[in-house]
């Protein structure tokens, strides 16, 4: 089996690497890309050279990863797709297309027959609130209030070199944030549209198109952080009907989650895990059937690359 990681020296092309290698049982040969040349990689005990991405280097493969910006994405896709290649993108690039699947295996596995070689994988936040919306969908959901947590890994390296940068009391001038991020916090994630920031509007049109709920009553705030990995949610959900113990047990039984409600979880304990990890649910003190809970996870690998190997290993066995 024949794949490719384009992105193989960021945060999330390095882990896809990383992870292939634990979670992949067939024999793979892996082609690492990059925009630059000049670095290696190491996959199962060899180093292997990363390329350049060019045409003329890209060789018949079965799948092809991408961990590029949505630029790098569409204007490669078509030569990865000449190759043979079905492409798992984690870019934002194709996620509203029509006829590209939008994917969380927890949530909507279904969806993946129905792909035309190309799979989109999700944001990272948005991936955290749909496996448990996914859980509660039995109870009738009526709104969903979010506000997100989000550490600076979500902006790539740049995002770890600003906070670093910061943390010594140094300018970082390849910053992505539009305000200093150590020791404080940026209501912002992306550009503004109506009042509401790119990220908040991932958040609702992808929950939308991934939970097959077209008309989902939705509202985020997404934060930026200053910690260097995972992400956290505080969720609000109005139901029709559900008493605490129906949506704690969904909750428990729910592939995906990881569920105390007897203490709580906070991003430094849950780096390198899998799930989500829920806790603090609770009632409403004055509004019937509305729950609210409190969510981690770890950005990197189930907001981004091992969903994304997660897909592959789904089509592999399809």
């Not at 949506?247 to 989500?276: A, H, Q, R, S």
């Not at 609770?282 to 609210?292: G, S, V």
């Not at 981690?296 to 969903?307: E, I, Q, T």
């Given at each position: 089996?024949?794949?490719?990681v384009?992105?193989?020296?960021g945060?999330?092309?390095?882990?896809?690497?990383?992870?292939?290698?634990?979670r992949?049982?067939?024999?793979?040969?892996?082609?690492?890309?990059a925009?630059?040349?000049?670095?290696?990689i190491k996959?199962?005990g060899?180093?292997?050279?990363?390329?350049?991405?060019?045409?003329?280097?890209?060789?018949?493969?079965?799948?092809?990863?991408?961990?590029?910006?949505?630029e790098?994405?569409?204007?490669?896709?078509?030569?990865?797709?000449?190759?043979?290649?079905i492409i798992?993108?984690?870019s934002?690039?194709?996620r509203?297309e029509?006829?590209?699947?939008?994917?969380v295996p927890?949530v909507?596995?279904?969806?993946?027959?129905?792909?035309k070689?190309?799979?989109a994988?999700?944001?990272c936040?948005?991936?955290?609130l749909?496996?448990?919306?996914?859980?509660?969908?039995k109870?009738?959901?009526?709104?969903?209030?979010?506000?997100?947590?989000?550490?600076v890994s979500?902006?790539?390296?740049?995002?770890?070199?600003?906070?670093?940068?910061?943390?010594?009391?140094?300018?970082y001038?390849?910053?992505p944030?539009?305000?200093?991020i150590?020791?404080?916090?940026?209501p912002?994630?992306?550009?503004?549209?109506?009042?509401?920031?790119?990220?908040e509007?991932?958040?609702?049109?992808?929950s939308?198109?991934?939970?097959h709920?077209?008309?989902?009553?939705?509202s985020?705030?997404?934060?930026?952080v200053?910690?260097?990995?995972?992400?956290s949610q505080?969720?609000e959900?109005?139901?029709e009907?559900?008493?605490f113990?129906?949506?704690?047990?969904?909750?428990?039984?729910?592939?995906?989650?990881?569920?105390n409600?007897?203490?709580?979880f906070?991003p430094?304990?849950?780096?390198?895990?899998?799930?989500?990890?829920?806790s603090?649910?609770?009632?409403h003190?004055?509004?019937e059937?509305?729950?609210?809970?409190w969510?981690?996870f770890?950005?990197?690998?189930?907001?981004?690359?091992?969903?994304?190997?997660?897909?592959?290993?789904?089509?592999i066995?399809s």
């Amino acid at each position: 089996m024949r794949i490719a990681v384009f992105g193989a020296t960021g945060l999330v092309g390095s882990l896809m690497i990383k992870l292939l290698e634990e979670r992949i049982k067939e024999d793979v040969e892996i082609y690492p890309f990059a925009k630059e040349s000049g670095r290696f990689i190491k996959y199962k005990g060899k180093e292997i050279e990363v390329k350049p991405i060019s045409e003329n280097e890209i060789p018949k493969l079965d799948f092809a990863l991408f961990a590029v910006d949505n630029e790098l994405a569409i204007r490669w896709k078509d030569a990865f797709r000449s190759k043979g290649a079905i492409i798992i993108d984690n870019s934002s690039a194709f996620r509203l297309e029509k006829d590209v699947p939008l994917v969380v295996p927890e949530v909507n596995l279904e969806d993946l027959k129905f792909h035309k070689g190309i799979i989109a994988n999700p944001n990272c936040s948005t991936i955290q609130l749909v496996i448990p919306l996914k859980a509660l969908m039995k109870f009738n959901i009526k709104r969903v209030f979010v506000s997100t947590y989000q550490s600076v890994s979500g902006a790539g390296r740049d995002g770890l070199n600003a906070y670093y940068y910061e943390k010594e009391n140094k300018n970082y001038e390849k910053t992505p944030f539009d305000r200093k991020i150590f020791n404080n916090l940026i209501p912002q994630i992306g550009s503004f549209k109506n009042g509401y920031c790119t990220e908040e509007w991932k958040i609702i049109n992808e929950s939308r198109k991934i939970l097959h709920f077209e008309n989902l009553i939705i509202s985020a705030t997404t934060v930026r952080v200053p910690i260097e990995f995972c992400h956290s949610q505080s969720v609000e959900i109005d139901l029709e009907k559900g008493n605490f113990q129906e949506i704690e047990n969904c909750l428990k039984e729910f592939k995906g989650i990881v569920y105390n409600n007897e203490n709580y979880f906070t991003p430094i304990e849950i780096v390198n895990k899998d799930e989500v990890y829920i806790s603090r649910l609770r009632k409403h003190p004055f509004l019937e059937n509305t729950f609210l809970f409190w969510s981690v996870f770890d950005n990197l690998r189930k907001g981004a690359a091992l969903n994304a190997i997660q897909i592959l290993e789904n089509l592999i066995l399809s």
